[in-house]
T-cell receptor
Framework: GAGVSQSPRYKVAKRGQDVALRCDPI?????LFWYQQALGQGPEFLTYFQNEAQLDKSGLPSDRFFAERPEGSVSTLKIQRTQQEDSAVYLCASSGGGRDYGYTFGSGTRLTVV | SQELEQSPQSLIVQEGKNLTINCTSSKTLYGLYWYKQKYGEGLIFLMMLQKGGEEKSHEKITAKLDEKKQQSSLHITASQPSHAGIYLC?????????????FGQGTELSVKP
């Protein structure tokens, strides 16, 4: 596609509910990143894929967070047993590998846990 | 670990005025990215700087990286309401494989018409 697409745009979950956030990167982009952005803060790294391989998951805050990219394109970030502190905007970015072109970000999914 | 500090945290300027946003790193920067974010939207890539002393411009926005590669500035000339938003600087992690970015906390810019 023309850009990075994320769905849903907004998600309200009851505490304890499981959620799944989807990211559809730019076609052909090898690298895919997930970030978490709390209100009034900069994005914080969660995890990174190169094709289907998850090369870095050091930013995942707990074992309730799980990400996958089984075929090296679409990625899903899953949060189990959501807590109020999980409320944030979750951003996905993809890159073709060339640093000069930056990373293309999606519009994000705003998750609110009530 | 690397940290980025942005200043000011927020800025209100009159339309037509110039302004500067600063980004300071605790470690040498390998790649410094500037992004703009509108509320509720994703990040829009502005510029990337890599070499000490490098300067890039796009329309009325100029970004510079100092010689020591620990500080960058973003300068907007003759600001317009369309420049309003949150400006974020991001840096490659210090182990630099072209991987994750570490971001500053952002600078919120408002431009009064």
């Amino acid at each position: 596609g023309a850009g990075v697409s994320q769905s849903p745009r907004y998600k309200v979950a009851k505490r304890g509910q499981d959620v799944a956030l989807r990211c559809d990167p730019i076609s052909g982009h090898v690298s895919l990143f997930w970030y978490q952005q709390a209100l009034g803060q900069g994005p914080e790294f969660l995890t990174y894929f190169q094709n289907e391989a998850q090369l870095d998951k050091s930013g995942l805050p707990s074992d309730r967070f799980f990400a996958e990219r089984p075929e090296g394109s679409v990625s899903t970030l899953k949060i189990q047993r959501t807590q109020q502190e999980d409320s944030a905007v979750y951003l996905c970015a993809s890159s073709g590998g060339g640093r000069d072109y930056g990373y293309t970000f999606g519009s994000g999914t705003r998750l609110t846990v009530v | 670990s690397q940290e980025l500090e942005q200043s000011p945290q927020s800025l209100i300027v009159q339309e037509g005025k110039n302004l500067t946003i600063n980004c300071t790193s605790s470690k040498t920067l390998y790649g410094l990215y500037w992004y703009k974010q509108k509320y509720g939207e994703g990040l829009i890539f502005l510029m990337m700087l890599q070499k000490g002393g490098e300067e890039k411009s796009h329309e009325k926005i100029t970004a510079k990286l100092d010689e020591k590669k620990q500080q960058s500035s973003l300068h907007i000339t003759a600001s317009q309401p369309s420049h309003a938003g949150i400006y974020l600087c991001g840096a490659d992690g210090d182990y630099n494989q072209g991987g994750k970015l570490i971001f500053g906390q952002g600078t919120e810019l408002s431009v009064k018409p």
